[in-house]
């Protein structure tokens, strides 16, 4: 792997499928021997949450893994945001939309959708409205596998 990997994950609140997803990416490439490679965090499209804790339903499926997320409270996005990381990934379609608005478009190619590193390609249901936490935890850990495979390709 070249120079270190600065990943943002977001979606609507950051209390569900972002931190998800930034806790599940710490574990897979501390496991892998690459922790030192990667700087990783998430955060929301949307002001809604902001400074709450990971909801408990999404850090009770982490634990239920050994993957803490403690300490991790919902932040916003911001413009900045685009020039401090290399990959900006979205959760769903409508993610996308909100992060070109909020970084004025994306000129150097740095959004994905995190399904989009797998065989089914598309949005990560929300489950905050689903209340499936389960496949929730199976379409973001195959996608961060995915996404590690493909950086480590790289
Ligand atoms: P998330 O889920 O985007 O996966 O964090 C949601 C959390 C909160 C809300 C919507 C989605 N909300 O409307 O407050």
Known sequence: MNSPQRIL???????????????????????????????????????????NPVYPPARRKL??????CEG????????R???RFDLLIGMEAQNLRDMERICGGDPQGKMRLLMDFT?????????????DF????????????GLLQALAEN
């Open 72 to 79: 991790k409270t919902a932040r916003q996005m911001e413009r």
């Open 9 to 51: 994950f977001i979606c609507l609140g950051n209390i569900c499928r972002s931190p998800m997803a930034e806790f599940i990416m710490k574990d897979l490439v501390e496991k892998a021997g690459l922790g030192g490679h990667f700087s990783i965090a998430s955060a929301a499209t949307s002001s809604e949450e902001w400074g």
């Open 134 to 145: 389960e496949t929730a935890w199976r379409d973001i850990s195959e996608g961060c596998q």
């Open 119 to 131: 065989q089914r390609p598309g949005n990560v249901a929300d489950p905050w409205y689903t209340r």
């Open 63 to 68: 634990l239920e893994h050994g993957i803490s």
């Open 81 to 83: 945001d685009y020039q």
